[in-house]
């Protein structure tokens, strides 16, 4: 027994190291990865970030370098108090700030390097620059930030900023202080427009020195440039509307037909995208991002769902010419309005009866009442009617996201019968329970972008390409489903008459008093009615000035629309705007200056308050116009060269 | 010149080539350890794995110089050379160089000697003179007290020198005693101190008392004895209570709060995750690191002079005390596993020889040797690993440092040599 305790104890030991080894190394440890090895430093080099350019080449968005002082505080020696001085007044901050600064770099880490002065002038970088050796424990480290070459667009080009705990931990590519797209094309090509950042991995030892390339740097890689983007986008076109908009609140968004190339994106209210560029950006984002009134992060053009109104007409009277029940000279009375039942949809005094022509152009009610009955009941049931209808007009890219590449979207809404199934219960309810979607009302809403994307297509008599913002990407062809025809299911041969009632609503209807000369515009006015809650009660507020069209009539090069929140009826703002925009478009100069100067000399401003000002208001027609100074238009956009000769 | 040849061959081969594969092992893991970048020369004398290399070199001579003198020589100057080791370990007190806190080095010029690591030699030397001295018999407390002395001696003045983990060693001669005939309420007294403090610190002392008054009832009745041995019964629950007593008190306030954290930590009654986290920021750094870096070699790790904590020197002292991590890291399970059968290996063949030997002097010393070499791979490996409280002590030829290495040879040799020789004992 004696002999053995020895031994034993040996035996058992090595057999508890032997355990113990296998715990740590075979059963508790993870696979290797050298990403996660926190002995090796892992540096990024970051590449140069895409240009963004219009469509006609002009530079929207570039790059410039930017300095932040940075400090390691453990290497920072003692300055004499006028050295002190001299440098805290380089910087711009006063000795407790310094203090304050300093102390709080030292408590995140002695070692390791902060941020002392972010975003440091040009100027004040070239003069600290010679001085910098006096300053031990300091150095300047250079970034990259965009710089807008415009002062328009932003809700077009968006913003970058650095990346949030949830993209880190989703995508693995992002580190904390990495900059990512945030909206705007810099968010929906990201991809494109970062490239790909270069790893070194360094060996460090416990102190974080560096001790020199880990391998000898077999692991590392170069950093892959970004890539140029050139949207299509026209800048002057852009900035002319976004100068119409000023003092309105709306979108108007404008589309190549033959392509499906977004002309111009804008919304209003709008702001610099400057704004969104260096030291202030966090606080003139949390501005922009707190006026819950104006909500200028909102993209009108594209993320508003306003009831299409009266544009949306013309697709009912399309469905009925493809479902054969109706001829173009089918008509129909009208005495200030459609009575069904015990009720009653008013309609303004016109001549009566109208046949399609007469409908269109002088937007008649109770024509397209009768139109919309007449496709319903076509069917045994009037859910039956209803899912042809439905699926009629989904054919034009609405009640459905259009799937494009822009960073935000909505889907619009485009009734069905299982939406009247779900509120009135199958076989409860009638056509007449349907019959606001007749004029565009009732259960339809649509964003500006859908509805210019309805113009195009009739437009095109019967395609449309989805509208989409990227022209050309450094290298590469552009997505294969912006190239795509997309058929609706209207025949060719029903365009005609429409296309020919919306150029009257120009020549003799609604808009005969925003024509343009040596254009053959076609459009149709529209007029939403809405709503708003105050202190819980449904009030009804101004109109909303509507407004699509396209121009020429035929091979059309442009289609618009044209929402101006509160503009009441539809040629008083966005009629006006929309005839600006394709002549300034198709013409470069305006003939129609008496149009321009109503626009800048009139504002809304006034109407948006009333909602918020407590007291009681007046809406429609009892209103006042609010006249303001003209707003100059900037020499650059009076005489462009025309985009289309 | 044949008589030569033939003892030549007695020497323990199998052992001889533990020893060379455990140094050539520890020497490729020192220079993993400490060599920053270019490795010029692997007898660059800047840095440690090019001391080391020389130290090695000088091991062989020493080896040689072990093996040439004759066997008796041992036996009969053991005294002479444990008086010269006292000596040695007393002239610190005057010469002794500061390192690190511990006076233990003499200094010559860049050259420094750690008597401590011969002392251990000489005293296994020592006592194996005094055990197997006709007169002695373990059995009498007298001769047990005096062989204790002669263990003490060494290990208080290192004690003085502020080098505990070195005194600590001096515990491996209880192998040597209970192997020799102590009486067995030495191991179970041990065992039954061992007990009582670790559940004196681990449940207090309440606790502690309680379950040992109703393990000494339970006992009682499971003896089922007519008169049951009460008084002898309640004198050792006395004697418990006074150690528990005193474990606690030891604790709370004679150890240094570093000591105390050490062991509060190995028996988890930190229970605050804050403060283990700023442990392993502080006391705990080293073991963190070193746990760190075993772990990450994972089976078959990450290839020699390849691991990026050895060669971050992550692990502080890695090339002395926590050489183990290096293993751990860059040769993986495989590597590290093998280091440990080796060691076993090495202990259990000493263990064997030791017991073969015809010789009282060479048995005890046999012993002795295995004792050592078994604590300072327990101490050491079981540190590394978490397994047990920091204590800074080497792991026999793999640790940097000259005198560890030599020490340990010596001490090998001796016995390689005495082994050698057991042919020619009647």
Excluded at chain 1, 394 to 399: A, I, R
Excluded at chain 1, 581 to 594: A, Q
Aim: charged share 20%.
């Amino acid at each position: 027994m004696r002999r053995f305790l020895l031994l034993f104890s040996v035996v058992f030991v090595g057999l508890v190291f032997l355990g113990r080894l296998f715990y740590l190394q075979v059963f508790s440890s993870d696979t290797y990865s050298i990403l996660e090895d926190n002995a090796i430093r892992k540096v990024y080099d970051y590449p140069k970030r895409g240009y963004v350019y219009d469509r006609n080449g002009k530079l929207l968005v570039a790059n410039q370098p930017s300095y932040d002082l940075m400090v390691i505080p453990r290497e920072v020696q003692e300055i004499d108090s006028s050295d002190l001085r001299e440098f805290c007044r380089l910087i711009n901050i006063s000795l407790e700030d310094y203090n304050v600064k300093l102390s709080s770099a030292y408590r995140y880490s002695p070692r390791l390097p902060s941020v002392f002065i972010s975003h440091l002038s040009k100027e004040d970088y070239a003069v600290l620059q010679e001085k910098m050796r006096k300053y031990e424990g300091f150095y300047i480290q250079k970034r990259s930030l965009r710089s807008y070459q415009t002062t328009i667009g932003a809700n077009v080009l968006g913003d970058i900023g650095e990346v949030n705990n949830r993209i880190i931990k989703n995508d693995p590519y992002y580190r904390l202080g990495d900059l990512i797209g945030k909206q705007g094309v810099e968010l929906s090509y990201e991809n494109t427009l970062r490239g790909q950042k270069g790893i070194k991995f360094i060996q460090k030892d416990r102190f974080n020195k560096n001790i020199g390339p880990y391998k000898d740097g077999i692991y590392d890689t170069l950093p892959v440039p970004g890539k140029d983007i050139t949207i299509t986008i026209d800048a002057t076109l852009q900035e002319y509307g976004e100068l119409l908009m000023s003092h309105k609140r709306g979108g108007i968004i404008a589309i190549e037909p033959g392509s499906g190339e977004i002309l111009a994106m804008i919304s209003a209210p709008s702001y610099d995208p400057n704004l969104l560029v260096g030291r202030d950006r966090s606080k003139n984002f949390t501005r922009l991002y707190r006026d819950s009134v104006a909500q200028p992060l909102f993209d009108r053009g594209l993320q508003a769902m306003y009831p299409p109104g009266s544009p949306f007409k013309t697709l009912n009277a399309l469905i009925g010419l493809q479902e054969g029940v109706i001829t173009t000279s089918d008509r129909f009375s009208c005495s200030m309005g459609y009575r069904y039942g015990n009720r009653k949809m008013g309609c303004h005094a016109h001549r009566s009866p109208a046949n399609m022509n007469l409908g269109i152009y002088e937007s008649c009610n109770s024509y397209f009442a009768n139109v919309y009955r007449r496709i319903i009941d076509k069917y045994e049931t009037p859910a039956e009617g209803m899912d042809v209808w439905s699926n009629h007009v989904k054919s034009f890219g609405l009640g459905n996201y259009l799937n494009n590449d822009l960073s935000v979207g909505q889907p619009g809404k485009v009734p069905s019968a299982a939406t009247y199934n779900r509120a009135y219960g199958e076989n409860r309810w009638s056509t007449t329970f349907t019959i606001s979607n007749a004029i565009g009302q009732g259960e339809v809403l649509a964003t500006p972008i859908q509805m210019a994307n309805m113009a195009a297509a009739i437009g095109n008599r019967g395609f449309y390409y989805t509208p989409h913002i990227i022209k050309h990407i450094e290298g590469e062809e552009i997505p294969e489903q912006f190239t795509v025809r997309r058929n609706t299911t209207i025949d060719k041969e029903h365009f005609e008459p429409v296309v020919q009632g919306m150029f009257d609503v120009y020549n003799k209807g609604t808009a005969k008093y925003v024509q343009v000369p040596g254009i053959e515009i076609c459009g149709k006015t529209g007029t939403a009615e809405n709503f708003t809650r105050i202190d819980g009660e449904r009030v009804q507020l101004t109109d909303h000035s509507i407004f699509v069209a396209f121009a020429p009539k035929d091979n059309p090069k442009i289609a618009l629309a044209v929402f101006v929140e509160n503009g009441y009826w539809g040629s008083r703002f966005a009629g006006r705007i929309a005839s600006l925009m394709i002549e300034k478009y198709l013409h470069g100069t305006i003939s129609r200056t008496d149009l321009e100067d109503w626009i800048l000399t009139h504002s809304l401003e006034h109407e948006y308050q009333k909602p918020y000002s407590g007291e009681p208001f007046r809406i429609n027609g009892e209103t006042e116009f609010q006249v303001i100074d003209k707003i100059e238009v900037p020499q650059h956009l009076k005489h462009p060269k025309p985009a289309i000769e | 010149m044949n008589r030569q040849l033939d003892r030549s061959y007695r020497f323990d081969w199998p052992l001889i080539l533990l020893y060379l594969v455990l140094v050539l092992f520890g020497w490729l893991n020192i220079l993993s350890a400490s060599h920053s970048g270019e490795i010029s020369s692997y007898f660059d004398l800047t840095q440690p794995y090019g001391k080391q290399a020389v130290f090695i070199i000088l091991a062989v001579v020493l080896i040689a110089i072990t093996l040439s003198l004759e066997a008796k020589f041992y036996e009969r100057f053991a005294s002479i050379i444990y008086l010269l080791s006292i000596l040695s370990l007393l002239g610190l007190f005057l010469f002794g160089k500061n390192v690190n806190g511990a006076t233990s080095w003499y200094g010559f010029g860049s050259i420094t000697i750690q008597p401590s690591e011969f002392a251990k030699f000489a005293t296994g030397l020592a006592v194996a003179k005094y055990i197997s001295d006709l007169e002695t018999d373990l059995s009498t407390v007298k001769d047990q007290l005096r062989t204790i002395a002669i263990v003490l001696l060494p290990a208080v003045l290192i004690l003085l020198q502020n080098d505990a983990g070195s005194t600590l060693v001096y515990g491996a001669f209880f192998f040597v005693l209970y192997r020799e005939g102590i009486q067995q309420i030495y191991l179970i007294a041990i065992l039954a101190i061992a007990m009582i403090g670790i559940l004196t610190l681990k449940f207090g002392i309440t606790i502690t008392m309680v379950s040992l008054v109703i393990l000494t009832i339970v006992v009682n009745l499971y003896l089922r004895k007519r008169k049951p041995p009460v008084i002898p019964s309640i004198v050792l629950l006395l004697i418990s209570f006074v150690l528990s007593f005193g474990i606690s008190f030891f604790y709370t306030s004679v150890l240094k709060p570093h000591q105390q954290d050490r062991i509060s930590l190995w028996l988890r009654l930190e229970k605050d995750p804050d403060k283990i986290e700023q442990m392993k920021q502080t006391i705990l750094y080293n073991l963190n690191e070193s746990e760190k870096a075993i772990s990450s070699g994972g089976l078959t790790g990450k290839g020699f002079l390849e691991g990026t904590r050895t060669t971050g020197k992550f692990v502080p002292e890695q090339h002395t005390d926590y050489i183990f991590s290096t293993v751990g890291e860059e040769w993986g399970f495989v590597g590290s596993a093998l280091v440990v059968v080796l060691f076993v290996l090495l202990i259990a063949r000493i263990v064997v020889l030791a017991e073969s030997q015809k010789s009282q002097f060479s048995r005890v010393y046999g012993y002795c040797v295995a004792s050592i070499f078994f604590v300072h791979f327990l101490i050491n490996v079981g540190m590394v690993m978490g397994l047990i409280p920091t204590v800074g002590i080497p792991l026999p030829f793999f640790s940097y440092g000259g005198s560890a290495l030599w020490g340990f040879t010596i001490l090998l040799f001796v016995f390689i040599k005495l082994d050698s020789n057991k042919i020619n004992e009647w």
